[in-house]
């Protein structure tokens, strides 16, 4: 058991258990792209909850982890950290049922400034001005 979870990796996914939410999964692009984000080692962990479909702005789905979010669309799947002031602002806003809809990129940061993506336009954090956008 690592960091109160466990996990094991299959051809098509990963099952992830922790004592406060049972055991989830997670397959498919999804899997593939959360491989590559770092997977259960990198900074979201193991799934926590059910992918949860959605109509908001053209479709899509969500899935809460540890660490963070994944927001998938389009057959793209992107992530947001769960203590970001970016994501923060993204869900105050109403998340993808919201103006900016879907991401359309992870949250990028250098030199000070962090970016995130989305359909409908861009959030932006410094230190000198907060979250924008």
């Avoid at 258990?17 to 900074?43: K, L, M, P, Q």
Wanted: aromatic content about 10%; overall charge positive; glycine content about 22%.
């Amino acid at each position: 058991m690592r960091r109160g979870r466990c996990s094991t990796s299959y051809s098509g996914g990963l099952l992830g258990w922790t004592a406060a939410s049972g055991v989830h999964s997670i397959t498919g692009e999804r899997f593939r792209s959360y491989s590559a984000y770092g997977g259960e080692d990198g900074a979201l962990g193991v799934p926590v909850g059910a992918t949860i479909p959605s109509s908001a702005s053209g479709g899509g789905s969500t899935q809460r982890f540890q660490g963070g979010y994944a927001y998938s669309s389009a057959g793209s799947t992107y992530f947001a950290n769960g203590d970001s002031l970016i994501h923060a602002r993204y869900q105050q806003l109403g998340g993808p049922g919201s103006r900016l809809g879907w991401p359309t990129s992870n949250e990028v940061c250098a030199n000070g400034t962090c970016t995130s993506r989305y359909q409908g336009g861009t959030l932006t954090w410094t230190a000198a001005g907060g979250v924008r956008g």
